[in-house]
C-alpha cells in the first residue's frame, strides 16, 4: 500500500471552479512534490516544497496554486482551469530536499484524474 | 538531449514469456543513481528499484531482473516469465546534480 496517499481519486470540474487537491504522507519526509502527467507521457514536475518552503515552481500557470500547512500534507487548489488541465496529479514526497537529491527515491500516490470541462 | 532513452514505446508479450525493457542515460557525472517505476493503469506510479552509479552488481527480485552496465550507459529490466498483472507502463529515471530525469516509457501489455 502506498504511503502517500491522495484526495479525491477523481475529479471533474468547471472552468469557473475552485476546488483543491490534498496529499498526505506519513514517511516523515521533508520534502514533497506536485507533478502533472498527461496520457501517454511521463510525469512533468510542476513544484516541490522542501522543509515546507516552496523551492521549484516550473514556470506553472497562476491558476495552480500549492500550499504546505505542514510537513506531511501538501494541497494543491485550482481555479479557473482550463480543458488543457485536464490530466492526472501525482504528489510525491522524499527524504530529503530537492528533486532526487542524493539520490533520494522519490515515492508517488496513487494520483488524481482531473478533467476540466 | 534526452537524458534517459526508452526506446521501446510499446510492447507486447503472451503470458510466461520473459520480456527486456531498455533505458540508456546521459551523464557527465560521476555520481548518479538510476530507477525504475511501474504505473499500472490506476495510475500511481509504483517504485521498483534504485542503483547507484558505484553498484553494477545487477540485482534480481522474485521474476524481475535489472542489468546495469556503466560501459554502455545502460540499465534494463527484465521480467522473467511475465504475467497479465504485469501489463502496465514502466518508466526508467535518472537523478544527478540534483535533478531527476524520466524517460518516456514503455507500455507493456502482456496477452493471456
Known amino acids: 500500500d502506498t504511503e502517500v496517499t491522495q484526495t479525491p481519486k477523481h475529479l471533474v470540474m468547471g472552468m469557473t471552479n475552485k476546488k483543491s487537491l490534498k496529499c498526505e504522507q506519513h514517511?516523515?519526509?521533508?520534502?514533497m512534490y506536485w507533478y502533472k502527467q498527461k496520457a501517454k507521457k511521463p510525469p512533468e514536475l510542476m513544484f516541490v516544497?522542501?522543509?515546507?518552503?516552496?523551492?521549484i515552481n516550473e514556470s506553472v500557470p497562476s491558476r495552480f496554486s500549492p500550499e504546505c500547512p505542514n510537513s506531511s500534507l501538501l494541497n494543491l487548489h485550482l481555479h479557473a482551469l482550463q480543458p488543457e488541465d485536464s490530466a492526472l496529479y501525482l504528489c510525491a514526497s522524499s527524504q530529503a530536499s530537492g528533486t532526487g537529491a542524493a539520490g533520494n527515491t522519490i515515492y508517488f500516490g496513487e494520483g488524481s484524474w482531473l478533467t476540466v470541462v | 538531449a534526452q537524458k534517459v532513452t526508452q526506446a521501446q514505446t510499446e510492447i507486447s508479450v503472451v503470458e510466461k514469456e520473459d520480456v527486456t525493457l531498455d533505458c540508456v542515460y546521459e551523464t557527465r557525472d560521476t555520481t548518479y543513481y538510476l530507477f525504475w517505476y511501474k504505473q499500472p493503469p490506476s495510475g500511481e506510479l509504483v517504485f521498483l528499484i534504485r542503483?547507484?552509479?558505484?553498484?553494477?552488481q545487477n540485482e534480481i527480485s522474485g521474476r524481475y531482473s535489472w542489468n546495469f552496465q556503466k560501459s554502455t550507459s545502460s540499465f534494463n529490466f527484465t521480467i522473467t516469465a511475465s504475467q497479465v498483472v504485469d501489463s502496465a507502463v514502466y518508466f526508467c529515471a535518472l537523478s544527478e546534480f540534483n535533478q531527476f530525469y524520466f524517460g518516456t516509457g514503455t507500455s507493456l501489455t502482456v496477452i493471456p
Open positions: 516544497y522542501s522543509y515546507e518552503k516552496l523551492s
Open positions: 514517511m516523515g519526509h521533508r520534502a
Open positions: 542503483r547507484n552509479s558505484f553498484d553494477e
